[in-house]
């Protein structure tokens, strides 16, 4: 798994999938799209922000599978967060998935050193929601109809991980990615969750 600067060299390979997968664009406030032109449009967009660097993710073959930023980065505060993540289908919840999370979770907290990491979700999405609980964020809370995407009133829950609590949850990541913790046919021996009770 690999994260290099989003651009237009990914267009083709994320087009194939995002074509394939408009339901997964609820949650976001751009797409689904209805041709190429408009998720080139996209792309321009999202790889040009200065204030958010954006990665796509490059599966073993080296083709592009989908995109996550760093964003809401505050070096006076020592604060960022992992933000505007779109995985294919193919991608999410996979180990290639969280690996491409935790590989953007080291570079802030161990290479920028920063103090927290932000993840942030509308509430309503319960597949984000337990993806944060899973890698290791504590939810600190939720604000009621604090935004509207896409013509809905949504909650917004927001969960951190600290740079006190890095350490444990680096060594959970690490424990997890091992080719021991997965049987045959992939599936996980240990859950994050459990490595981390048992560290603790």
Not at 55 to 81: H, Q, R
Not at 85 to 105: D, K, N, Y
Request: aromatic share 14%.
């Amino acid at each position: 798994m690999t994260l290099e600067p989003l651009g237009q060299t990914h267009l083709e390979d994320l087009w194939a999938v995002v074509s394939r997968a408009p339901q997964s664009f609820t949650y976001l406030r751009y797409g689904p799209f209805d041709d190429q032109d408009a998720l080139r449009r996209l792309i321009e967009d999202l790889s040009t922000r200065s204030d958010q660097p954006f990665w796509a993710v490059l599966g073993p073959e080296g083709t592009a599978m989908g995109w996550l930023s760093m964003c809401d980065v505050y070096p006076e505060d020592g604060a960022f967060e992992i933000g505007s993540i779109w995985f294919s289908p193919e991608l999410q919840g996979t180990r290639m998935g969280r690996e491409a999370i935790f590989l953007l979770m080291c570079y802030g907290m161990d290479a920028l050193e920063y103090e927290r990491l932000v993840w942030r979700c509308q509430a309503q999405n319960e597949a984000s929601f337990r993806a944060a609980l899973n890698l290791g964020f504590t939810h600190e809370g939720t604000w009621r109809n604090a935004a509207v995407v896409k013509g809905w009133q949504r909650d917004i829950a927001w969960f951190s991980i600290l740079k006190e609590d890095w350490a444990l949850c680096r060594k959970a990541f690490e424990i997890w990615f091992l080719d021991g913790n997965f049987d045959g046919e992939g599936r996980q021996v240990e859950t994050l969750q459990d490595i981390r009770e048992r560290l603790s």
